[in-house]
């Protein structure tokens, strides 16, 4: 519900990876996207369901975090489902180091929503 189309992942302020296998194939995908000064959100954060549990997405989402760390972002956040569907991406947020929040940037409450965080310190 809240995932970025393919125009606004190519807007200001947005910076995507892709992985990929030998050739074009796509394994995953990752975003972030500014919230404001110092503080991004983990947006679009995607993995070909038939190489879940192979690291593609704990890869991808330690080089967006570092890349987070290299132009000195102190916080970056998230918003996913609430759901039980959404329990396992909740747990591997939470593995990288992720806490409930509160909401952020325009979010706000919300029963399907649940927010994470993760405050950055230096490499």
């Known amino acids: 519900r809240h995932a970025l189309d393919l125009t606004a992942l190519q807007g200001d302020g947005v910076r995507l ?6 050739g074009d194939e796509i394994l995953g ?12 959100e983990l947006k679009s954060m995607r993995t070909e369901p038939r190489v879940r549990g192979t690291g593609v997405a ?10 987070a760390r290299r ?19 909740r747990r591997f947020y939470a ?3 992720f806490r409930p929040c509160e909401p952020f940037g325009s979010y706000v409450e ?3 929503s649940s ?3 993760l405050e950055l310190g230096p490499r």
């Open 17 to 22: 990876w892709v992985g990929r296998a030998d």
């Open 29 to 40: 995908t990752v975003a972030l996207a500014a919230v404001d000064q110092g503080h991004e």
């Open 58 to 67: 704990t890869s991808l989402l330690a080089h967006a975090l570092e890349d």
């Open 71 to 89: 132009r000195a972002v102190s916080r970056v956040s998230l918003e996913t489902g609430s759901m039980e569907f959404f329990e396992p991406a």
């Open 95 to 97: 593995r990288a180091g």
């Open 110 to 112: 919300d029963p399907l």
């Open 115 to 117: 927010f994470m965080t």
